[in-house]
């Protein structure tokens, strides 16, 4: 990979504290970065933390608990960025999960709570952090990018709300990267498919036969799925795309995404 160096700037990453959200502020720390992540659960921010600390002894990172979908906590995040960092210059929004449900089985609530995570984890931070990223802007190079899926263009009826709620946030930041680019904050997303992460783990725990080994399970759901390239993706290769969509290093670039599906995409 290109070697870049961000001494000096400021990286934002929700969800910072598992999968794909931590390989991506890991990345950034890499470059010099400073790096502020946030998340619900203090214990698992609190062990990212350490384990970032551990890999980058002099890392610049602010770890505080915030909950996307609560006003106050986003800005309680961003007035501690602004006070331990002085500003930020990229924007990830990535704090989130997937609802798993048909048409058949998904309540009004759940419709809600759906449409209420999807994009007010964009809207929330997004509106939050404008004022410094405005201010980066100036400085070259300002931007935000959030992790979409790729149901947002290719649905699947086993997750109905998440698919449909995906639909929506995609046209939102094909908005928004045209209304903030006179103010030269670019807007970008990855579209991703299946990623090794946290909440893959999780249905690990829970669906996995008896015995069944991480390795075998996700091998078995990758074919089962026809994953071209065969395999789930890691959040490493997330990282790697969002650090792109992030940096200067695609400057020119803005309302586009980068599809990180393994092949699952059936449109040209
Ligand atoms: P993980 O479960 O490993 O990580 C999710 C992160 O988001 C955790 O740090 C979690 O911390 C945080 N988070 C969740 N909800 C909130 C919230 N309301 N406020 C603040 N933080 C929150 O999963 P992934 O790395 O897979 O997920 C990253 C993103 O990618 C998510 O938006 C997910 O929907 C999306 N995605 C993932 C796919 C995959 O296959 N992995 C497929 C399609 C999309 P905590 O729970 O402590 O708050």
Same mark, same amino acid.
């Given at each position: 990979?290109?070697?870049?160096?961000?001494?000096?700037?400021?990286?934002?990453?929700?969800?910072?504290?598992s999968?794909?959200?931590?390989?991506?502020?890991?990345?950034?720390?890499?470059?010099?970065? @400073?790096?502020?992540?946030?998340?619900?659960?203090t214990?698992?921010?609190? #062990?990212?933390? =350490?384990?970032? +600390?551990?890999? %980058?002894?002099?890392?610049?990172?602010?770890?505080?608990?915030?909950?996307?979908?609560?006003?106050?906590?986003?800005?309680?995040?961003?007035?501690?960025?602004?006070? *331990? %960092?002085?500003?930020?210059?990229?924007?990830?929004?990535?704090?989130?999960?997937?609802r798993? @449900?048909?048409?058949?089985?998904?309540?009004?609530?759940?419709?809600?709570?759906?449409?209420?995570?999807?994009?007010?984890?964009?809207? *929330?931070?997004?509106r939050?952090?404008?004022?410094?990223?405005?201010?980066?802007?100036? =400085?070259?190079? =300002?931007?935000? &990018?959030?992790?979409?899926?790729l149901?947002?263009?290719?649905?699947?009826?086993?997750?109905?709300?998440?698919?449909? $709620? *995906?639909?929506?946030?995609?046209?939102?930041?094909k908005?928004?990267? &045209?209304?903030?680019?006179?103010?030269?904050? *670019?807007v970008?997303?990855?579209?991703?498919?299946?990623?090794?992460?946290? #909440?893959?783990?999780?249905?690990?725990?829970?669906? $996995?036969?008896?015995?069944?080994?991480?390795?075998?399970?996700?091998?078995?759901?990758?074919? +089962?799925?026809?994953i071209?390239?065969?395999?789930?993706?890691?959040?490493?290769?997330?990282? #790697?795309?969002?650090?792109?969509?992030?940096?200067?290093?695609?400057?020119?670039?803005?309302?586009?995404?980068?599809?990180?599906?393994?092949? &699952? =995409?059936?449109?040209?």
């Amino acid at each position: 990979m290109i070697q870049i160096d961000l001494t000096g700037q400021v990286a934002v990453v929700t969800g910072g504290s598992s999968g794909i959200g931590l390989a991506t502020a890991e990345l950034f720390l890499q470059a010099g970065a @400073s790096v502020a992540i946030c998340g619900r659960n203090t214990e698992r921010l609190a #062990q990212a933390e =350490a384990a970032l +600390k551990a890999k %980058f002894p002099d890392a610049q990172l602010l770890a505080q608990a915030c909950d996307v979908l609560d006003a106050d906590d986003v800005n309680g995040f961003a007035q501690a960025v602004q006070t *331990r %960092f002085g500003g930020t210059d990229m924007l990830v929004n990535n704090a989130g999960q997937g609802r798993v @449900s048909t048409f058949a089985n998904t309540t009004d609530d759940a419709w809600r709570e759906e449409l209420d995570l999807k994009y007010f984890s964009v809207i *929330r931070p997004t509106r939050a952090f404008l004022p410094m990223l405005r201010d980066a802007a100036g =400085a070259g190079n =300002a931007a935000i &990018v959030c992790v979409n899926s790729l149901l947002a263009l290719q649905p699947e009826p086993h997750m109905v709300a998440t698919s449909s $709620a *995906r639909a929506g946030v995609q046209n939102l930041i094909k908005s928004l990267a &045209v209304e903030l680019a006179p103010q030269r904050i *670019r807007v970008n997303s990855i579209l991703i498919g299946i990623v090794e992460s946290g #909440q893959w783990r999780r249905r690990h725990a829970a669906q $996995a036969q008896p015995g069944q080994s991480w390795e075998d399970w996700t091998a078995e759901l990758a074919q +089962k799925k026809n994953i071209p390239l065969g395999r789930f993706g890691k959040p490493e290769e997330a990282a #790697q795309a969002l650090f792109y969509l992030a940096t200067k290093l695609s400057s020119y670039t803005t309302g586009s995404h980068i599809d990180v599906s393994g092949g &699952v =995409a059936r449109h040209v």
